[in-house]
Nanobody, 125 residues
Framework: VQLQASGGGLVQAGGSLKLSCVPSERIFRTHTVGWFRQAPGKEREFVSADDWSGGNKRYADSVKGRFTISRDDAKNTLYLQMTGLKPEDTAVYYC???????????????????WGQGTQVTVSS
């Protein structure tokens, strides 16, 4: 499975961006899907995920209330709507997918088998 992420860019603090991720196969009903990010000099970290049902969304505390994960099954597209962006949100954002995982494991990098190429998000102060 290949994942194609897009939608990154440069935005001022307080602005919004919407990231998209399109898998090469229809996997939403069989996979957990998520977003991670990696800032320069830092480890990759969990941002958000949802499971095969589409009703088990999880968020990192740092983005809760500002970011929303969603998907459009008809368009076979995963989204990450980001609002209230802060300079500390600057990072390369990756979409990822993994075979169904217990919800308690959705935040772990090791739970994901497939990764997109990443899209850069830069938030200026």
């Amino acid at each position: 499975v290949q994942l194609q992420a897009s939608g990154g860019g440069l935005v001022q603090a307080g602005g919004s961006l919407k990231l998209s991720c399109v898998p090469s196969e229809r996997i939403f009903r069989t996979h957990t899907v998520g977003w991670f990010r990696q800032a320069p000099g830092k480890e990759r970290e969990f941002v958000s995920a949802d499971d095969w049902s589409g009703g088990n969304k999880r968020y990192a505390d740092s983005v809760k209330g500002r970011f929303t994960i969603s998907r459009d099954d008809a368009k076979n597209t995963l989204y990450l709507q980001m609002t209230g962006l802060k300079p500390e949100d600057t990072a390369v954002y990756y979409c990822a997918a993994g075979r169904r995982r217990p919800s308690g494991l959705m935040g772990l990098i090791s739970s994901y088998d497939y990764w997109g190429q990443g899209t850069q998000v830069t938030v200026s102060s």
